[in-house]
C-alpha cells in the first residue's frame, strides 16, 4: 500500500514557495538560505553583463526563453541530479520559476534560487532521517533486486513513497559494498550512519555564497561547457593549480556518482612518484599521517575531500581506495603519501626505447618514445633570462639529440592523458619537425582570424615520426597532433582525442568596483575563442581522429567535449597555405593488417583490451545487481583474473604488484614502507605499457614498408615536397 503524504505536509509543501525567505526555518532553529546580498546582485549583474557581451564572449547569449529553461534544468541538476531528493510535486512547483531564471540573472535577483535551495535543503533532511532508520534493520540479499544507479533520464519520483524504494535500495547497495569488503555488521550500521550524517551535515553547513555560485553555474554552463564562475575561495584555487603550487598528492579528482575518482595523476607529483595510485582508482576514506583513523568520504562534496588531501608539505596523508581494475566492490587497499609541493621540472618529458625484432628480411629496428605529460613553460624563468628557461620544446629538443646520437630510426611522439598547457610550446614543438609554416588559427568572438606560426628555420628531427594520443589528450596537445596530421609529417596513433578547441580567459570582476579592497567579487573564466587547424577544420568537439585506432576506452558519450550538451559545434573557416609532407592514406590497411595480427598475439594488448570492453560492458549495465551471490561471484572473478596475469608476469620476470605476497618479515612499519617504496619503484620501472610499445611497433613496420616498396614510398612521400628522411 502506498504512503499517502498528509495533509498537514502537503499543504506546507504547496505554500513554502512564497513563504518570505528570511521565515525559512527549520525547528531546529538554522536557516534553510540567507537572502541574497547586495554584493551578489552586483556579480550577477556584471557576470551576465560579461557574457552577453559579443566583445568579450565568443558565443553570447540573450536574456531569452530559452536560456530561463537551460538554467533552470542545469540548476536542478546541480541540486538533485540523480532525482533521489525531489518528487514530481516539488517540481511542478518549481515550474513557474522555469521562465523567470534568466531575468533573475540579468537583474541580479537569485531569490528563486534561494527559495529552491531551501526546499531541497528539507528534503535532504527527510532522506538521509529515512536512511538512518533502515540502518536499524537487516537486508535480504538473497533475491534478484537491483539497484538503478543512473537515474539522470528516469522520471522524478512520484512522491515520498516512490523515493523510500529507491532509497532503500540505495541504502542495500551501500551495505553490500561494505560486506563485500569485509566489514562486520556493527561497523556498516557506524560507517554508513556517519556518511549519511555528513551528507546532511555538508549541505546544512553550505552558505548562501555557495547557494548563489551553484545558481551563477547553472547560467555560466549555459553559455558553454567551459565557462565558470569563481568565488574567490574558488579563484584561488583555479590559480594555485595553473602555479602548481599546491601541496598535496599531485592528481586531479573528480566525484562520480557518490565517490571521488582519481581521473589523473599529475607527472612528478607524489601519487606519480610512488607510483601506487592510478586514474579509475577510488578514493573511500582519508586519515592523517601514517596512524591517523581514516575517515570515511563517501557522499562527500568533492571540495571537502580535496581539504582533506591537503596539507602542509612533508606531512603525510593516508588514503583507503579501491583499485580501478577490481571493480566497485573490489578489496580495498591503503598507501601513505607524503605531501610535496608539485614542481615544474619535475614534469619533464622523459624518453626511452623499443628494440623491435628483425623481420621479413628487414633489420632490427630501434624506436624512441618522448613522454610528454604537459605543454608546460616556466613563464617566470623565461621572463627572467630568455635564453635558459625550462620548456617542453627545450627538453623535448635535447632528447631528440640524445635519440640522434644514439642512431634511432624513429621516435614516437607519447601525448596520452596530456591535457594541454601553453599555446606557445604548442606551436614551437610544431617546429621541432617542420620547417617553417602555420600551426594554428585561432577566431576571437569579434571574427577576426590570428595565425600562429613556427617562424624557425630547420628541424630537429626529420626522421620517421608518430604521435601516440587518447582520449585524455586536449587543447595543445590536439593543436600539435593536427598540425602533424595537416602537415603529414606523422602518424597519428590512438584513440580520437578529447575535442576541446576553445580558448577561455579569465576576467577579474574586482578590478572593477571595489579596488583595493581586497578579493570580494571572484572571477569569470569565460571563452574567447576557437582553434582552427592548418587546413580549416576546428579541433572542437570532433577531436584528432587517429590514422591507426587502438580500442576505445572510453565511448565518446562518457568522457569528452562531445558530453556536453551545448558544446561548441564543429565547423570550419577558410584553410592556411601550408606544406604536404607526405599521404599515409596508401599505407594504412597493410599497416591496420599487420596491428591487427601482432596484438593477437600481444598478450598485454589483449588483457588491456579486454579490460575495457568489461569496463564499458559495466559501465552500460547502469544498474547493480543486489544479490549478494551475483556480486561475490563478480567479484572473484576479477580477483582471480588478476591473480593469474600476476603469475603470467612473474613467471616472465615481472612481479608488479609488490603488495601481493607480503609476510610478517619482522619489520618495523617505518622500514617496512621504505621497502615498499623501492618495490614499487622497481615495479615502475618494468611495468610493460603494450599501448606505447605497439605505437613503436607499428612506426617500425611504416620505415620497413617503406624501404621495400618504392612504389608505396613514391605515394606516401611525393619526392620534392618532402623534407623528411622517412624512406632513407
Known amino acids: 500500500m502506498k504512503r499517502r ?3 498537514p505536509v502537503a499543504l506546507f509543501a ?30 550577477s549583474k556584471m557576470v551576465y553583463g560579461a557574457l552577453s557581451d559579443s566583445r568579450l564572449a565568443y558565443r553570447p547569449r540573450p536574456a531569452d526563453h530559452a536560456l530561463s529553461e537551460d538554467i533552470f534544468r542545469r540548476y536542478l541538476e546541480a541540486l538533485d541530479g540523480n532525482k533521489q531528493f525531489f518528487t514530481a510535486a516539488d517540481i511542478a512547483r518549481f515550474q513557474p520559476y522555469r ?34 532508520k533502515l540502518l536499524k534493520k537487516d537486508f535480504d540479499f538473497t533475491g534478484n533486486e537491483r539497484w538503478e544507479y543512473d537515474r539522470e533520464e528516469a522520471p522524478w519520483a512520484a512522491d515520498a513513497a516512490a523515493l523510500d524504494a529507491l532509497w532503500r535500495k540505495s541504502v542495500m547497495n551501500d551495505w553490500l559494498r561494505l560486506k563485500l569488503a569485509g566489514k562486520a555488521p556493527d561497523e556498516i550500521r557506524k560507517t554508513l550512519d556517519k556518511r549519511y550524517q555528513q551528507v546532511a551535515r555538508s549541505v546544512s553547513e553550505l552558505k548562501g555564497e555557495d547557494v548563489f555560485a551553484l545558481f551563477l553555474n547553472a547560467y555560466t554552463a549555459s553559455v558553454d561547457p567551459h565557462t565558470d564562475y569563481l568565488d574567490p575561495r574558488s579563484a584561488e584555487n583555479f590559480n594555485q593549480q595553473m602555479s602548481l ?10 566525484r562520480q556518482d557518490d565517490i571521488v575518482v582519481i581521473r589523473e595523476i599529475i607527472p612528478g607529483g607524489p601519487a606519480s612518484m610512488d607510483g601506487t595510485l592510478k586514474a579509475g582508482d577510488r578514493i573511500v576514506g582519508v586519515g592523517q599521517g601514517k596512524t591517523g583513523a581514516i575517515e570515511d568520504v563517501i557522499g562527500w562534496r568533492i571540495d571537502d575531500v580535496v581539504a582533506k588531501i591537503r596539507g602542509t608539505k612533508g606531512t603525510q596523508v593516508k588514503l583507503e581506495y579501491i583499485p580501478a581494475e577490481n571493480g566497485i566492490d573490489g578489496e580495498h587497499r591503503t598507501v601513505t603519501l607524503t605531501r610535496q609541493r608539485v614542481q615544474l621540472a619535475e614534469q619533464a618529458a622523459k624518453s626511452k626505447t623499443y628494440t623491435l625484432p628483425a623481420h621479413g628480411g628487414m633489420p632490427e629496428r630501434l624506436v624512441g618514445v618522448i613522454e610528454l605529460p604537459t605543454f608546460y613553460q616556466d613563464f617566470e624563468g623565461r621572463r627572467r633570462n630568455g635564453n635558459d628557461y625550462t620548456s617542453a620544446t627545450r627538453d623535448v629538443a635535447r632528447l631528440l639529440a640524445e635519440f ?30 617542420i620547417d617553417q609554416g602555420p600551426v594554428v588559427q585561432q577566431r576571437e568572438s569579434g571574427g577576426r582570424v590570428q595565425v600562429y606560426s613556427d617562424r624557425t628555420p630547420g628541424v630537429a628531427w626529420d626522421g620517421p615520426l608518430a604521435v601516440l594520443v587518447n582520449r585524455g589528450s586536449a587543447s595543445a596537445s590536439e593543436i600539435f597532433a593536427g598540425a602533424m596530421q595537416d602537415y603529414g609529417r606523422a602518424l597519428i596513433i590512438g584513440e580520437t582525442t578529447f575535442g576541446k578547441g576553445t580558448v577561455q580567459n579569465l576576467l577579474d570582476l574586482d578590478r572593477w568596483p571595489a579596488a583595493g579592497e581586497g578579493p570580494r567579487y571572484g572571477q ?39 558530453t556536453y550538451d551545448n558544446a561548441l559545434p564543429w565547423t570550419r573557416i577558410s584553410a592556411v597555405p601550408h606544406a604536404r609532407y607526405g599521404n599515409f592514406a596508401p599505407m594504412l590497411p597493410r599497416l591496420q593488417q599487420m596491428h591487427a595480427g601482432r596484438i593477437a598475439d600481444d598478450l598485454e594488448f589483449q588483457w588491456w583490451s579486454e579490460d575495457v570492453a568489461h569496463y564499458r560492458a559495466e559501465a552500460a549495465k547502469k544498474y547493480l545487481s543486489l544479490n549478494e551471490a551475483e556480486r561475490r561471484a563478480e567479484r572473484d572473478r576479477q580477483e582471480t583474473q588478476r591473480k593469474e596475469r600476476q603469475a603470467i608476469r612473474k613467471a616472465k620476470g615481472l612481479d608488479l604488484d609488490p603488495l601481493a605476497e607480503e609476510t610478517d618479515d619482522g619489520l618495523t612499519a617505518n622500514e617496512r614502507d621504505v621497502v615498499r617504496d623501492a618495490a614499487r619503484e622497481k615495479a615502475a620501472e618494468k611495468r610493460p605499457d603494450p599501448l606505447q610499445r605497439e605505437a613503436a611497433a607499428i612506426l617500425a613496420n611504416a620505415i620497413d614498408l617503406l624501404e621495400q616498396d618504392r612504389p608505396l614510398s613514391a605515394q606516401v612521400l611525393p619526392g620534392t ?3 623528411v628522411r622517412w624512406a632513407d
Do not use: H
Open 99 to 132: 521562465d523567470t531564471m534568466a531575468d533573475a540573472v540579468r537583474q541580479g535577483d537569485p531569490a528563486a534560487a534561494f527559495a529552491m535551495f531551501g526546499v531541497y535543503r528539507q528534503r535532504v533532511d527527510q532522506r538521509v532521517d529515512y536512511a538512518r
Open 14 to 43: 504547496a505554500t513554502l514557495l512564497a513563504v518570505p525567505l528570511a521565515l525559512l526555518a527549520r525547528a531546529d532553529g538554522n536557516q534553510l538560505a540567507v537572502a541574497p546580498t547586495a554584493d551578489q546582485a552586483t556579480i
Open 404 to 433: 640522434q646520437a644514439k642512431g634511432v630510426d624513429g621516435v614516437v611522439l607519447d601525448l596520452r592523458n596530456n591535457g594541454g598547457g601553453s599555446l606557445d610550446e604548442a606551436v614551437q614543438l610544431t617546429g621541432l619537425f
Open 245 to 254: 603550487s599546491l601541496e598535496g598528492i599531485g592528481a586531479q579528482l573528480q
Open 721 to 723: 615536397q618532402s623534407a
Open 5 to 7: 503524504v498528509s495533509a
Open 524 to 562: 569569470v573564466k569565460l571563452t574567447i575563442a576557437q582553434f582552427f587547424r592548418a587546413d580549416g577544420g576546428s579541433t572542437q568537439n570532433k577531436g584528432v581522429v587517429p590514422d591507426i585506432a587502438y580500442p576505445v576506452s572510453v565511448d565518446a558519450n562518457e568522457f569528452g567535449e562531445s
